[in-house]
């Protein structure tokens, strides 16, 4: 028997692709109509371990687009049978009806352009983080919630500018009483908003605004376990995975270049310069943090309409081999966006849960390997993140078999 709370999961960025995703993907696995493929939490490496099911996870959110309707996103999107969407019509549909509106306040002009909701330029940033927690204590209170877990999959914001107001939490409250509103961006507000409310959070975007210094030491200060930043799913997860071999060999890589095409909201918000320079900081300071040295490095976003959910990412390494001899190596990694991040998001989802049930706070290391800029974490390669989540596995696996022994 399963010691697990009722749990919900508010998704900011409720009606994107990547948030249809996770919902209906949780809908398919309770009705068993697909397998947990992708989900990590589901391999042999956590066996034994009390993890709360995806199939009971309870799904609500927000989003700035009232407008749409996530089936329909969903529809658009995902390359999923028609038969599978069928089945979860009525789930999905329960999903859309527990989404409220959100917030876009500072956040650029390519999000505000999406639909600004209606009211929202009127209200301080207390008034925003008060709203924000008033939302998330009625999905607790209507569905009689143990937790909720808050994971943020909207649109990218442009980059924030860090300085010492960003760092300590008493200056962070300075910012907030005093409607410093060019200081702080929405998904600070949101992060605010979910740790005073008791949730851990999960910020799956690049957006740097979202768990500055001080937003950390609020978690560590209100118990919160908290993890980010922008889930690493496709061209970086390579580049974290490959670009070992080349330290291991010492083969020195001269230039990785590396050339990206997506379609569907992500690209169309990051087909603007302000908000493309956040992904391209996360995408861009892997190879530096393995290889201890900076090779020539770039990285292009471009925005193709016509691809919806696909993405198709081509890097070209160029490295120096033995008696000086240039060499090439050449990958091309094509995939749908909603569909690698949606079992990622469940893993994070199940692991945040269980860390706020063992009284965990702060920061979640363990998490690094879900992350293309992980906080709090130096290394950077994918297999010494692997072996952090896979020594916390390990770990949950003894303290049970000990329990059970005494």
């Not at 957006?207 to 210094?213: I, R, T």
């Not at 201890?292 to 292009?300: A, L, Q």
Request: contains cysteine.
């Amino acid at each position: 028997m399963s010691s697990v709370n009722k749990t919900g999961v508010y998704l900011i960025g409720a009606l994107g692709s990547i948030a249809s995703t996770v919902a209906a993907g949780a809908f398919a696995l309770k009705k068993k109509l697909a397998p947990p493929t992708g989900m990590v939490t589901c391999s042999h490496m956590f066996d034994g371990v009390d993890l709360i099911e995806p199939a009971d996870l309870v799904f609500g959110g927000c989003d700035i687009r009232t407008e749409a309707n996530s089936r329909d996103i969903f529809e658009k999107m995902a390359p999923v049978a028609p038969g599978i969407l069928m089945e979860i019509k009525a789930e999905l549909d329960q999903f859309h009806h527990d989404i409220d509106c959100g917030c876009a306040k500072n956040c650029g002009e390519a999000i505000e352009n999406l639909v600004y909701p209606l009211g929202a330029k009127e209200k301080n940033l207390e008034q925003e983080i008060e709203d924000m927690r008033d939302s998330l204590r009625t999905f607790r209170l209507k569905h009689r919630l143990d937790e909720v877990i808050v994971v943020n999959v909207a649109s990218t914001e442009p980059p924030l500018e860090l300085d010492a107001c960003h760092c300590e939490l008493a200056s962070l409250r300075k910012l907030i009483a005093g409607n410093e509103t060019q200081k702080l961006r929405a998904s600070t507000l949101y992060s605010c908003a979910a740790i005073l409310e008791g949730c851990a959070y999960i910020n799956f975007t690049p957006s740097n605004a979202a768990l500055p210094p001080a937003v950390l030491q609020l978690a560590a200060e209100k118990g919160v376990p908290v993890m980010g930043n922008d889930g690493k799913t496709g061209e970086t997860l390579v580049k974290s995975a490959l670009a070992p071999m080349f330290a291991w060999r010492n083969l020195e890589i001269m230039s990785w270049e590396g050339f990206n095409i997506l379609g569907n909201m992500d690209g169309r918000i990051l087909d603007h310069q302000e908000n493309r320079e956040s992904k391209i900081r996360t995408k861009d300071h892997v190879l530096c943090k393995i290889l201890g040295y900076s090779p020539h490095t770039s990285v292009s976003i471009g925005y193709v309409p016509s691809l919806d959910d696909q993405k198709t990412a081509w890097d070209f390494i160029h490295f120096k081999g033995f008696l000086g001899a240039k060499m090439s190596l050449q990958f091309i990694w094509q995939g749908y966006d909603s569909i690698l991040a949606a079992p990622l998001v469940l893993d994070l989802v199940r692991l945040a849960e269980l860390a706020k049930r063992r009284a965990e706070a702060g920061v979640m290391t363990h998490l690094a390997s879900f992350f293309k800029a992980p906080i709090g974490v130096e290394k950077h390669a994918l297999q010494e993140q692997f072996r952090m989540l896979a020594d916390y596995a390990e770990n949950l696996r003894q303290e049970f078999h000990n329990q059970n022994e005494v």
